[in-house]
């Protein structure tokens, strides 16, 4: 099964193409240009690498780069500059996922392809009638006008949960929200939720990203688990963070 992975570059998606290879899958990815990816991605075999700015694709090469895909995870997102908050595009995350999903309906694919986003436990889930604490509603209404990528993350899980239903044809999805990111080199012990169990503002947990990359991964590879989190926005914390 191939798998594209865009926003490859970052410090998650990396860990995500480094898992994939790791359990033998085929992976694409979709990267701005070759610098922040390990080496080895240029020696594996199993690896294909495309160097393109995602939303200046038409809609001919996008179509290509999914056709035959049978998953697809997007760790798409700002870099933390005063250009990458405020410059354009401001939608790269919504835009992104929206461009995707419309190339993989085209592609008529005859099981659904599944589509995991990376998002953020500061966004809400409405559709589910999640409920936050009123200091972090208050605070995340200010970040979202202030902070342009906050609005884009809930702009990109909205967009999959308005047009895809739990038993749409075509695509299947999960959207990943960690608590505040933290690096480490070892997969260590995590704990999913439904939805968040602290306060996301003011009582932060930690998510190590190799072990967002590993649910990911775990995701893919796993029926029984996929189907337990399928449509959902499972909340993903290191055990004791």
């Known amino acids: ?77 700002h870099n933390m500059t005063l250009k990458g908050m405020f410059g354009q595009p401001t939608r790269l995350v919504a835009q992104g996922v929206q461009r995707l999903c419309q190339a993989i309906e085209k592609t008529t694919p005859q099981v659904p392809v599944k589509f995991i986003l990376m998002n953020t436990t500061g966004n809400q889930n409405t559709h589910a009638g999640e409920m936050v604490p009123m200091s972090q509603s208050i605070a995340v209404g200010l970040i979202r006008r202030l902070l342009p990528p906050h609005a884009d993350n809930e702009a990109a899980a909205d ?30 012990e995590y704990e999913v939720f439904p939805s968040p169990i602290r306060n996301a503002i003011f009582d932060a947990g930690t998510t190590s990203r190799i ?29 004791h963070s």
């Open 1 to 77: 099964m191939t798998t594209l992975v865009v926003g490859a570059s970052g410090a998650t998606g990396r860990l995500v193409v480094e898992q994939l290879l790791a359990e033998g899958r085929r992976v694409k990815v979709i990267v701005r240009s070759m610098h922040g990816l390990p080496e080895t991605f240029a020696r594996s075999e199993g690896l294909t690498i495309t160097v393109a700015n995602l939303l200046d694709l038409n809609d001919g090469d996008l179509l290509q780069q999914v056709q035959g895909c049978r998953a697809l995870v997007s760790c798409l997102g």
């Open 159 to 188: 967009f999959l949960q308005s047009n895809y239903g739990v038993n749409h044809s075509k695509i299947e999805w999960v959207v990943v929200r960690p608590d505040s990111l933290i690096n480490d080199e070892l997969v260590t």
């Open 211 to 239: 072990n967002v990359a590993n649910f990911m991964s775990r995701l893919l590879v796993d029926k029984t688990l996929w189907r337990a989190w399928q449509g959902q926005m499972p909340v993903i914390y290191n055990t």
